[in-house]
């Protein structure tokens, strides 16, 4: 495999509650407990897990949006942890974001022209007026939408536009947090099929963070899946999806509904978590309170 | 093209475009523009009329105590000055002062409560004491102090209106620290600290536009509060003296006159009443126009109508629920447009089609709640019984009791200042009196819903649980009356998968416990596949396909239920998923 275009190496993130809470014995926090992923150029790493598994903690570490509290993340071989400098710069021009939910994701007093030249105008950069026509073709809108405010659209068209604001620097990576969880299911279908000829066109790579395992199986070259702040399995999404290791991979694969009336009559019945069980628990965080 | 609404400017900005979309949204807002025009109205006259009017504001006149004359449109006073030239003075002052009130008070409210709202903790706790500080301190009684120190003949208005706004700014503060505290969480915040931008471009050019319609109706209540706050002042010696004068002035000077020469009150009077009208409405004219999502039309205007049903034939089966050509306009849109649906006792109806097909608005027809401007059409029948029409004392025979409601959002729809036993305590006494046994009851409901160890739950609050918790809890209400037909509208979206297959599980074994029927609505059709005996797929405000479960999976007939199951995300690799559940089957 080439060189890497992000990578983080051991990162933690533990939180420690406010005093309140403490003294009520509430502990450390260890929402990621040394976490290393890789997403090649032009590839897709996509993350798996449930709420509270560290998947947004990850994203929103390496995006600078939380300090580590260890571990580094570099960014085409330039270390951006602590997103100072040049690199640091250089890193918020070529990663962009989507988030889950395209109704508080856009500033809703901006027109959607104003969205799209928000990041060359916070980069100072020169963004010609054809560009806003340019970014709506790309992801399908009418160009007439960019005189428009977000309420005007729906859930898969808001989608979009995040998407257009996303390409607008051509970044090199961009962070998928949730995109389509909060559509519906054709609208998803769309946004997927977008993303990956998105993907073809410009050989963008993507961090695709998702619950849902058939969602982010769809776009990913390979899957994490995480729990408990771990990284509980990892590999080629074919090899995940067809001899699963982990018990709860195992578990999140079986609670994907399938369109098959007999599959789902013969399930057995899901009335408690399938992991983890009793006896069988994940490793506390193996870097114990870095606080 | 829309090559007048693209940016032309580089490098990009967007303030051109969005100061002439407030312009044009202000413009349709016609009392906004009016009370505008009658503000601009006084303001020029305030400042034209005195120089060609004929008396000055202190000058002495022969007439003395004149009612409203030719001469004297408004009268004069007991020392013979002419009213009309005293208002006019008045009017310059108090507008001057209580403009500049108003902007020293916001511009110190607003910086301080984004500041504090924005960066939180040590920064907020400090402002927050400063607005404190500044709320104990009285008015009146700094004001009689800097009275008795000032030189007579009072002090400018810049000092007086500085001394207000220093003293009136803690509201605004307040309210916009409030609101930024909500929004600074919003991933639109967070989209733009990822492309880069600092601090005080996030609190410029994101968190002020966004308060900017609550700014302007703070401002618009400073404005009359600094008008009186003013007059107040005057009268206590400090701020506007005699011989000068504001409208303020005026009026508590006329207070012991009102029945002796009631013109010199009325006059002033009224001019402060239509200038806080008059602020009023244009600020709230300016607040529609600066945020994009205000409805312009009163949302309370329209009342809740309903068509006269087309009466059906009455050759229909029973079933729990009949509906026939069911309609819901919005005003001239249909949105519902004449759809059938049967359930037969004990039956699972699933209901699919993407968001806007009608689906959810057909479920809240079954039960009556409609939103307020839709009109509804057609007929619903439960149990054999016409439900269009109903009052609101017949639907709580049937609302709760024998049609049970689960909404999507478990987080919303349990009330969160009440433990799980309080809930359930309410819903039990729709039946009457509270049974003796009423927590051996309630554990029963719970432990229906696969909850482990409920007892412990009981003294619990909502948001002490999971979602999938409350989702579970939100199902063990719904069985408490024992109900013929459920009601579950995209009750697992907000949910994790795996929650959402034991959401899924507790759901079918409630069902079962029960033997209710069940309406239930979706946008994903692979969720229904395993819980549904019948599914009608919507779409348009159609029901486009109306079969069983198999037929609609195996055998479906329209091309656009072919297209939904085309796109359902299964795994591509089925045999794993499918071998996987066989797995978890050996292991149980």
């Given at each position: ?8 190496v ?12 403490r ?6 926090v ?6 290393s ?17 560290g998947?947004?903690t990850?994203?929103?570490t ?5 300090r ?7 960014f ?7 997103m100072?400098g ?9 990663v962009s ?15 959607v ?14 963004f ?5 026509s ?5 992801v ?7 005189g ?15 998407i ?9 990576l ?6 389509v ?13 977008l993303l990956?000829?998105?993907?073809e066109q410009?050989?963008v790579?993507?961090l695709?963070v ?10 990913s070259?390979?899957?994490g899946?995480m ?13 995940v999806?067809?001899?699963?290791a982990h ?14 009336p ?20 994940p490793?506390p965080?193996?870097?114990?309170n870095l606080? | ?7 032309t400017?580089?490098p990009?900005?967007?303030?051109n475009g ?7 949204r202000f ?5 906004g523009?009016?009370g505008l025009?009658?503000?601009?109205l006084?303001?020029?006259v305030?400042v ?18 004149q009612?409203?004359s ?15 030239a ?13 403009t500049?009130?108003?902007?020293v ?5 607003v910086?301080?409560g984004?500041?504090a ?28 102090f800097?009275?008795?120190v ?7 208005w ?5 001394v ?22 919003l ?10 931008a600092?601090?005080l471009?996030i ?9 900017a319609d609550?700014?302007i109706v703070?401002?618009?209540l400073l404005?009359?509060?600094a ?7 005057s ?8 011989p ?13 006159a009102?029945?002796t ?5 009325y006059?002033?009077g009224?001019l402060?009443?239509v ?6 409405y ?9 945020n ?8 309370l ?13 009455d050759?229909t089966?029973r079933g729990?629920l009949d509906?026939?050509?069911l ?8 949105v519902?447009?004449?759809v ?9 109806l ?5 968001s ?10 079954v ?10 059409g057609g007929?619903?029948?439960f ?8 009052n609101?004392?017949?639907?709580r025979?049937y609302?709760g009791r024998?049609?049970?409601v ?27 009196p509270?049974?003796?046994d009423h ?10 819903v696969?909850i ?10 909502p948001?002490?649980?999971?979602g ?29 998968v ?10 079918a ?6 033997g209710a ?6 946008h994903?059709?692979?969720?229904v596949a ?5 599914v009608a ?6 029901v486009?396909?109306?079969a069983?479960v ?9 091309e656009?239920?072919?297209s ?8 591509a ?6 071998s ?5 089957e050996?292991?149980?």
């Open positions: 495999m080439s060189e890497p275009l992000l990578r983080t051991d990162l933690v993130k533990h939180y420690r509650p406010p005093r309140r809470a003294r009520g014995g509430h502990e450390v260890h929402a990621l407990c040394g976490v992923v890789q997403v090649a150029p032009g590839r897709t790493l996509g993350i798996v897990g449930e709420s509270g598994s998947k947004t990850l994203l929103r390496l995006l600078g949006l939380e580590a509290t260890a571990g580094t993340v570099e085409a071989g330039r270390d951006v942890t602590a100072r040049d690199a640091g710069r250089m890193f918020r021009a070529d974001v989507v988030f889950q939910d395209p109704y508080t994701s856009l500033d809703p007093r901006m027109t022209s104003d969205l799209l030249s928000q990041p060359a105008r916070i980069q100072r950069r020169r010609p007026a054809s560009r806003v340019e970014l709506l073709d790309q399908r809108l009418p160009r007439v939408s960019a428009k405010f977000p309420h005007e659209f729906s859930g898969g068209q808001r989608q979009r536009i995040a257009a604001r996303a390409l607008a620097l051509e970044p090199r961009i962070v998928l947090d949730e995109p969880s909060a559509l519906d299911v054709s609208v998803q279908a769309e946004i997927v099929t990956r000829e998105l993907q410009r050989d790579s993507y695709f998702a619950h849902d395992l058939a969602v982010v199986a769809d776009l070259h390979e899957v899946v729990y408990g702040g771990q990284m509980v399995e990892h590999g080629a999404t074919s090899r999806l067809s001899e699963p018990p709860y991979t195992r578990a999140l694969l079986a609670a994907v509904p399938v369109p098959d007999r599959i789902e009559r013969a399930k057995p019945p899901f009335l408690r978590p399938l992991w983890p069980t009793e006896d069988d628990r490793e965080c193996p870097h114990g606080l | 093209m829309a090559t007048d609404t693209v940016p400017d580089e990009a900005t967007g303030g969005r100061g002439r979309v407030i312009l044009r413009r349709r807002h016609k009392l523009v009016a025009a009658v503000l601009v006084l303001a020029l305030a034209v009329v005195p120089l060609v009017w004929p008396y000055g504001h202190g000058e002495i006149t022969p007439d003395l105590s009612p409203p030719a001469a004297h449109p408004m009268g004069t006073d007991t020392l013979g000055r002419d009213l009309f005293q208002t006019l003075r008045g009017l310059q002052q108090s507008l001057l002062i209580a500049t009130v108003t902007v008070a916001c511009l110190i409210g910086t301080l984004v500041i709202g924005y960066f939180g903790r040590f920064v907020d706790a400090a402002v927050m004491r400063l607005v404190d500080l500044t709320l104990t301190l009285p008015t009146i009684a700094i004001a009689a800097l009275g008795s000032v030189p007579t003949g009072g002090v400018n810049l000092a007086l209106s500085l207000l706004g220093v003293l009136m700014w803690t509201p605004v503060s307040r309210l916009v620290r409030g609101i930024v505290l909500s929004l600074r969480s991933p639109f915040v967070d989209a733009a600290r990822v492309m880069g600092g601090n471009q609190m410029t050019r994101h968190l002020i536009p966004n308060v609550h700014i703070a401002a618009t404005f009359g509060t008008i009186l706050a003013e007059s107040g002042l009268f206590l010696g400090f701020g506007v003296q005699p000068d004068t504001s409208l303020g002035l005026l009026v508590s000077n006329a207070q012991s009102v029945l020469r009631p013109w010199l009150f006059f002033p009224l402060i009443v200038i806080v009208l008059a602020v009023n244009a600020g709230e004219g300016l607040r529609d126009a600066a994009p999502k205000a409805a312009l039309a009163n949302p205007r329209t009342a809740r109508r309903r068509r006269d049903a087309d009466t059906p034939p050759d089966p729990v509906v026939r050509g309609t819901v306009d919005f005003g001239d849109q249909r519902v447009k004449g059938d649906l049967h359930i037969d006792d004990g039956e699972v699933a209901l699919v089609g993407e806007g097909s009608g689906k959810s608005v057909t479920a809240l027809s039960v009556g709640l409609l939103p307020p401007d839709a009109v509804g007929s619903v029948r149990d054999g019984r016409e439900l269009t029409g109903l609101f004392s017949q639907w025979e609302r024998r049609i049970a689960i909404l999507q959002d478990p987080s919303t729809t349990l009330n969160p200042v009440l433990t799980i036993a309080t809930q359930f305590k309410d819903s039990m006494r729709l039946a009457g509270l049974p003796a927590r051996d009851r309630i554990v029963a409901l719970l432990d229906g696969a482990k160890d409920p007892a412990r739950l009981l003294d619990s609050y948001h002490q649980l999971s999938g918790m409350r989702q579970r809890i939100a199902i063990a209400l719904a069985m408490v009356h024992d109900p013929d037909l459920i009601i579950a509208d995209e009750p697992t979206t907000a949910l994790d795996t929650v959402q297959a034991q959401v899924m599980s507790t759901l074994l409630a069902r079962e416990r029960t029927a069940m309406l239930f609505i979706t994903d059709l692979s969720l395993g819980i549904a005996d019948q797929v919507m779409r348009a405000g159609e486009v396909e109306h069983d198999d037929t609609v999976f195996y055998r479906p007939r329209h656009y239920t072919r939904l199951l085309a796109l359902a995300p299964s795994l690799l089925a045999p794993a998923s499918r996987a559940a066989a797995d978890i050996e292991d149980s």
